[in-house]
């Protein structure tokens, strides 16, 4: 018994822990890690928002094309605008709206969150179709945008 005792107390002696210099170099290829990884992480979360954005605004397009088709209804034309804080606005007093709402689509949900998206643009509906004024967002909806001069 006395034997059990000694090894017990001398396991106790050599069990100390990690020492300083380990956790600090542990610590310091964590912060490496994280350096080389969090930039690739914040793009890969700003394309996933872009394509939230443009399936959202997408969404928007098609439902005021299939309303404009319906024989129910006149042709929309006018202009949907991005605003700077991601917001629709409908101000030009067209169906554009209404439109968007006929199909299910809650206007006052519908903010986009990326900055391609917030640069702000306008969309334009017509009796020759969609018209994106940003390229980059054009690009983002797989839309024409207008030609640069």
């Known amino acids: 018994m006395n034997k059990l005792r000694e090894v017990r107390d001398e396991k106790k ?17 964590m912060a490496v890690l994280i350096g ?11 394309k996933s928002r872009v ?6 605004i997408d969404a928007c397009i098609s439902a005021v094309e299939i309303y404009s088709s319906d024989p129910e209804h ?36 519908v903010q986009v969150k990326s900055k391609t998206f917030q640069k702000g643009c306008t969309i334009d509906f017509s009796t020759n179709g969609v018209t994106v004024s940003d390229p980059d967002i054009a690009k983002a909806l797989g839309r024409a945008s207008p030609p640069t001069p």
Do not use: C, H, R, W
């Not at 002696?13 to 290829?29: H, T, W, Y």
């Not at 080389?36 to 700003?46: F, I, N, R, S």
């Not at 034309?77 to 030009?92: A, C």
């Open 13 to 29: 002696l050599d069990n100390k822990g990690f020492s300083l210099v380990e956790l600090i170099i542990v610590i310091a290829i």
């Open 36 to 46: 080389v990884l969090a930039p690739q992480y914040l793009k890969y979360v700003e």
């Open 51 to 56: 394509s939230a954005d443009a399936d959202q």
């Open 74 to 109: 006149s042709v929309v034309t006018g202009k949907m605008k991005i605003d700077s804080n991601g917001n629709l606005d409908f101000s030009d007093g067209s169906d554009i709206k209404t439109a968007i709402e006929d199909a299910g689509i809650s206007t006052a949900n």
